[in-house]
């Protein structure tokens, strides 16, 4: 089976890749992990209202760009080849899809025009302190009371949670794990960011007691399935840009780098070590293309799709972190040293492994999508 991009696609990646250049260089990342906030807003309002980038899966009738899984792919590659330092995978990956699957017609017409335009910021708050995104895992207590429901219980690895103007939360009711839109701003909800090793990707823990939830279509649906399915597939390509970033920058330091009178790229062992990660990282590549061309494709079986979803994000997390350990060992050491780029990669690369679950999980759910 052959793919590609076409001719429209292949300029809609050059736009995306000119404007990370252009707004997240190395220096604004290292300006921005710095910051309480994470990102930059100008550059944000910039993204979502010059490019439309934060509406881009999202229907053309709540303000969206109405494209596909694919284009999805394309920016998260670029974006993780750039380290972009934004709450774009938190807000218009996982909580608008969230939202999207679940959601009645006037919850969608009321959260959605809003995330499509970046004028508001939502997340997704599914895992707990195992960091389990299954449904059988979710602890969390939604009772029902006159007014709606309250929400009781701690949600951890939550993305993004600090700038988010809607929580999107998981918990479990009399009739099932839903999905709750639950406003931060109330004195019932406590978000306090965690250190972590990324710190271009800002996670925050949050205490719900008694908070008061909205929830989001019918009791007892939660889509979690398609949900984690979705954001493993736009994780994955983003963990392959990144790979293919390390790739460039260790074969770009190994023409550099003299030793015994030669550049080390020129010794056998060094071009056997960049030929087995090139390898790696286009297989990595091949596997994140055609689970977006699934999710992208209506033909395609759920069961298939699901396949291919834990699939690449089994082999992205770790062809991504064995890219990021070759290219601090081909730097001679210096990569992982606070003056040299190469280490922010590998921490991103290590975060983004256990993110959604290890790649251990994903291959046993990918088993159980094949009937095993």
């Known amino acids: 089976m052959q793919f590609g991009f076409s001719e429209e696609q292949a300029q809609f990646r050059d736009v995306v890749q000119r404007f990370v250049q252009d707004k997240s260089p190395i220096t604004s990342v ?9 990102y930059d807003p100008a550059v944000w309002t910039q ?4 490019l439309g980038l934060s509406g881009l899966t999202l229907p053309e009738e709540y303000g969206g760009g109405g494209f596909g899984a694919i284009e999805l792919g394309i920016v998260m590659e670029e974006f993780g080849r750039g380290l972009m330092c934004a709450p774009y995978f938190a807000s218009s990956v996982m909580a608008a899809h969230a939202i999207l699957l679940t959601a009645s017609e006037p919850q969608k017409q009321a959260l959605l025009p809003s995330l499509a335009s970046g004028e508001s910021i939502a997340t997704l708050a599914v895992a707990e302190a195992t960091g389990s995104w299954l449904e059988a895992d979710v602890a969390v207590q939604a009772q029902h009371t006159q007014a709606g429901f309250t929400l009781q219980g701690k949600k951890h690895f939550v993305l993004d949670a600090h700038v988010a103007n809607h929580l999107i939360v998981a918990a479990k009711s009399a009739g099932g794990v839903s999905l709750f839109c639950v406003d931060p701003a109330s004195d019932a909800v406590d978000v306090k960011l965690v250190d972590s090793m990324d710190p271009t990707r800002k996670i925050a823990m949050v205490d719900l007691n008694d908070a008061p939830g909205q929830l989001l279509g019918r009791e007892g649906e939660n889509h979690l399935v398609q949900i984690l399915e979705n954001a493993c597939v736009a994780l994955a390509n983003e963990m392959i840009g990144g790979a293919q970033q390390l790739l460039a920058s260790a074969v770009q330091y190994t023409k550099l780098r003299v030793q015994f009178g030669r550049t080390i790229g020129s010794f056998q062992a060094i ?3 960049l030929a087995d990660l090139l390898l790696d990282v286009e297989l990595a590549k091949s596997a994140a293309y055609y ?3 699934c999710l992208a494709d209506e033909d395609v079986a759920a069961d298939a799709k699901a396949e291919v979803a834990h699939l690449a994000k089994a082999q992205a997390s770790e062809v991504y972190l064995a890219a990021a350990v070759q290219a601090i ?3 001679g050491g210096i990569g992982f040293t606070w003056e040299n780029d190469t280490h922010l990669w590998f921490k991103r690369a290590k975060s983004s492994e256990v993110f959604l679950g290890s790649p251990q999980r994903h291959r046993e759910q990918m088993l159980q999508a094949q009937g095993y």
């Open 47 to 50: 993204l979502s209202q010059a």
């Open 291 to 293: 689970a977006a061309q």
């Open 30 to 38: 290292r300006e921005l992990m710095a910051t309480e906030l994470g």
């Open 271 to 273: 071009k056997h070590r």
């Open 329 to 331: 060992q081909l730097h």
